[in-house]
């Protein structure tokens, strides 16, 4: 038979994405049934945004299916039973909403098709069917009917007499589809509150995806750790899943570590199937970027060395005595560096963690982290990974910084951290015995670096601009022009926060005197109005890496947010 299916959005997680190939090609491998019309098809509209006014936020369908018998709303699921089973309360809390989503479509599809069957509601599972069974055969939940994916006939209930043509069908489906199909090449742009979600891990990464957003008011940037357990079979993944949540969490003390804003737990109305957590995105450079900037000396990356050296010690003794905590994923990558020349270690999805039953620990390094990984984990896998093999990872990526730097300070950098990179873990040197000759390099008195330039400012930093002084919250944006922040200002007795700004930085002369005129012209005409943010300072002169002017801070969400979701 005839098949099209029409994407009106994002595949969310695996789960939708098997249910949708196992509809498309059982479908699509039927013979034509006696008294249908050769030209009948079938039209699922997948990841739907529908509403029945504009008033309301809408509501996110997996798939609708309209065929030659009627419509269904169909919701996936990657449930099992014993997840089911504890987990009563939201099993009916879905149906009831499903409920609720077929009873809209059903009343816009009445508008053009008055003699429209009841539109029903049905969630396919899809776990191995024989994993399944005994929650199917448990028959309704609320007045919905749960099946399998043997049972894919019965959810789009395809032995239904004929009711609607071909034409029928395509009108009932232009009725539903999207004016606008918002669609951005393989990531979600909302979740969990957050929007304007940018994926950093590859596209084909289905299990663990890493996203960019920000909040919608606050405009707070924060980076969303993503996992759908439907797209593994393995009986441990939500334990992998948890895994990186549970070594920050131990963490949290430590200023190397990113601070948790979301704690571990299921994606909203994806209970069961995706979890996620959020950490404050600290918009820190990493090492490999930082490691281009020619203004960086090296005695301050001697003294950054030294603080990252510092910073695996406090993790590896972070551990229980007999149960070491190994990082495992030390890259220039997953190491950044602070305005105040410190670490922060990131990408803990690897970590071994106290206490821990291993988690795909034979897993060989990929071909992106095997230049900075220690030959006998390139050899064997994850489960070889000790401290020992966390001191090689930190002196390849340190090392990086001084090469082919000539000068005395950079030699002897290169010669210390040399001693940690040994073929034979029991050769490399400890982390104390690093720390010490690194610090005997620096000297007795070693001088705090200057801060860094703007292009390189992350949150926590104080800016200091027409005698007072600003703690930057988050970075709002950069573009060629300059870059925009989110700042409060603090009193510099108490530290009280004093009030929210914008903050802009314009990184070239020229066009920053242009846009310096720009704002003194325009400040006394802009007075205090709901839709337009007053200019409060602006600078005398540009200067590279000072605020060019200091505007008001509005709280609200853009409007361009909701577009595709109202």
């Given at each position: 038979m005839k098949v099209r299916v029409i994407p009106c959005g994002d595949v969310v997680n695996n789960s939708e994405a098997m249910a949708i190939d196992r509809l498309k090609g059982q479908l699509g491998n039927l013979a034509t049934p006696p008294g249908w019309d050769s030209d009948d098809e079938w039209i699922l509209l997948t990841n739907l945004a529908f509403s029945v006014t504009h008033q309301f936020q809408s509501d996110d369908i997996d798939i609708v299916v309209i065929g030659p018998p009627g419509v269904r709303v169909v919701e996936v699921k990657h449930w099992f039973v014993g997840w089911c089973d504890a987990n009563r309360n939201l099993v009916e809390q879905e149906a009831d909403k499903l409920t609720n989503k077929a009873r809209k479509i059903g009343t816009t599809l009445r508008r053009v098709a008055a003699d429209l069957p009841r539109v029903d509601g049905t969630i396919l599972l899809t776990r191995q069917p024989s994993k399944v069974r005994k929650l199917v055969e448990r028959g309704q939940v609320r007045g919905v009917s749960l099946f399998s994916l043997n049972q894919w006939k019965e959810v789009i209930g395809f032995e239904g007499p004929r009711i609607f043509s071909s034409s029928q069908v395509?009108?009932?489906?232009?009725?539903?589809?999207?004016?606008?199909?918002?669609?951005?090449?393989?990531?979600?742009?909302?979740?969990?509150?957050?929007?304007?979600?940018?994926?950093?891990?590859?596209?084909?990464?289905?299990?663990?995806?890493?996203?960019r957003g920000s909040h919608p008011t606050r405009r707070d940037k924060v980076i969303l750790h993503l996992y759908d357990l439907s797209a593994t079979d393995e009986a441990k993944a939500e334990a992998r899943a948890r895994r990186e949540a549970e070594a920050l969490q131990r963490l949290q003390l430590y200023p190397w570590a990113p601070r948790i804003l979301d704690s571990f737990q299921d994606a909203p109305g994806y209970a069961g199937e995706m979890s996620f957590f959020t950490i404050v995105d600290p918009a820190a450079p990493t090492l490999k970027v930082r490691n281009g900037d020619k203004e960086w000396s090296p005695s301050a990356r001697v003294l950054f060395a030294r603080e990252a050296v510092r910073a695996l010690s406090e993790l590896h003794n972070a551990g229980d005595a007999d149960d070491a905590l190994v990082h495992r994923n030390l890259t220039p990558h997953t190491i950044l560096v602070r305005y105040d020349n410190t670490p922060i270690f990131t990408g803990f999805d690897r970590t071994r963690i106290p206490s821990d039953i291993s988690v795909a620990s034979s897993n060989l390094p990929d071909d992106n982290t095997e230049a900075w990984t220690a030959p006998e984990v390139v050899a064997q896998g994850l489960s070889a990974a000790d401290q020992r093999s966390d001191i090689y990872s930190l002196c390849i990526c340190l090392s990086g910084l001084f090469a082919g730097q000539t000068d005395a300070v950079s030699t002897a950098a290169i010669e210390i951290l040399a001693a940690g990179q040994d073929s034979k873990p029991d050769e490399r040197c400890k982390l104390?015995?690093?720390?010490?000759?690194?610090?005997?390099?620096?000297?007795?008195?070693?001088?705090?670096?200057?801060?860094?330039?703007?292009?390189?400012?992350?949150?926590?930093?104080?800016?200091?601009?027409?005698?007072?002084?600003?703690?930057?919250?988050?970075?709002?944006?950069?573009?060629?022009?300059?870059?925009?922040?989110?700042?409060?200002?603090?009193?510099?007795?108490?530290?009280?926060?004093?009030?929210?700004?914008?903050?802009?930085?314009?990184?070239?002369?020229?066009?920053?005197?242009?846009?310096?005129?720009?704002?003194?012209?325009?400040?006394?005409?802009?007075?205090?109005?709901?839709?337009?943010?007053?200019?409060?300072?602006?600078?005398?002169?540009?200067?590279?890496?000072?605020?060019?002017?200091?505007?008001?801070?509005?709280?609200?969400?853009?409007?361009?947010?909701?577009?595709?979701?109202?």
């Open positions: 395509r009108s009932l489906a232009k009725s539903l589809g999207p004016k606008i199909a918002v669609r951005l090449e393989g990531s979600l742009r909302r979740l969990a509150g957050y929007v304007n979600l940018e994926q950093q891990t590859p596209k084909d990464e289905r299990f663990h995806r890493i996203y104390a015995e690093l720390e010490r000759s690194l610090s005997k390099l620096l000297g007795d008195s070693v001088a705090p670096p200057p801060a860094p330039p703007a292009r390189f400012w992350t949150e926590d930093q104080i800016v200091r601009f027409h005698g007072r002084d600003y703690r930057i919250v988050s970075r709002l944006g950069s573009g060629g022009i300059g870059t925009t922040f989110k700042v409060v200002e603090l009193d510099r007795t108490s530290q009280e926060e004093l009030g929210t700004y914008v903050a802009k930085i314009v990184h070239d002369g020229d066009t920053g005197r242009r846009v310096l005129k720009s704002y003194s012209l325009a400040r006394s005409h802009l007075g205090r109005q709901d839709g337009l943010s007053p200019i409060f300072e602006v600078a005398r002169e540009w200067q590279e890496n000072e605020f060019v002017s200091l505007l008001g801070w509005i709280d609200g969400t853009p409007l361009s947010e909701f577009t595709g979701v109202f």
